[in-house]
């Protein structure tokens, strides 16, 4: 995962409730064990609360820093993990769909899983793109004009950024084999 020597950034942003603990634990452990530096930002510095199937607890995970704390600059990867709640949330928050838009004004790519393209399509992000979600979103991603299809894992070039997208947890294997691909770059 070098650069150069340098060692790939990637920042995953959520809420401090309701983001789903595979979407978020599961990658970040992964990246972290092939030497990338993953920072975790979330509304506040307080510990995040996951959630298990949307509903039961499932383990706190403390953020390196908060959305308004954020450089977009510095990361070559955006990871943004589902769970409804958190989804939903996260794309009400301005400072949210700003990191989005950086990345993808800059080219750089972005991973979404489960309910996470929700952020995508608030931003206006995934208009000629083809993805997937979480079958719910359907609508939405097809209403802002993405060409939604119910696959495990969908890489998207189009528009000079890569979207990286899948259903829900138990797409974790190919998508963190997409994610893997990005970075390696």
């Not at 004004?105 to 393209?117: D, F, K, L, Q």
């Not at 995934?126 to 993405?146: C, E, F, H, P, W």
């Amino acid at each position: 995962m070098s650069d150069n020597g340098s060692k790939r950034k990637v920042l995953a942003i959520v809420t401090n409730y309701g983001v789903e603990q595979d979407e978020l634990v599961v990658p970040v452990d992964h990246l972290r064990e092939r030497g990338a530096q993953v920072d975790v930002a979330a509304l506040k510095k307080d510990d995040i609360q996951t959630l298990v199937g949307d509903k039961d607890p499932g383990r706190t995970v403390r953020p390196e820093l908060t959305l308004d704390e954020v450089d977009p600059a510095g990361y070559d990867l955006l990871l943004v993990p589902g769970g409804t709640l958190n989804a939903d949330t996260l794309r009400l928050q301005r400072t949210a769909c700003d990191i989005v838009r950086s990345f993808t004004t800059s080219g750089r790519p972005v991973a979404a899983i489960c309910h996470g393209p929700w952020l995508l399509v608030e931003t206006g992000s995934v208009s000629g793109k083809r993805l997937t979600s979480y079958a719910s979103l359907q609508t939405d991603v097809r209403n802002a004009g993405g060409d939604w299809v119910d696959e495990p894992v969908v890489a998207d070039e189009t528009g000079g950024w890569k979207l990286i997208t899948s259903r829900n947890p138990g797409d974790l294997d190919p998508f963190l084999k997409e994610v893997d691909a990005a970075l390696a770059g």
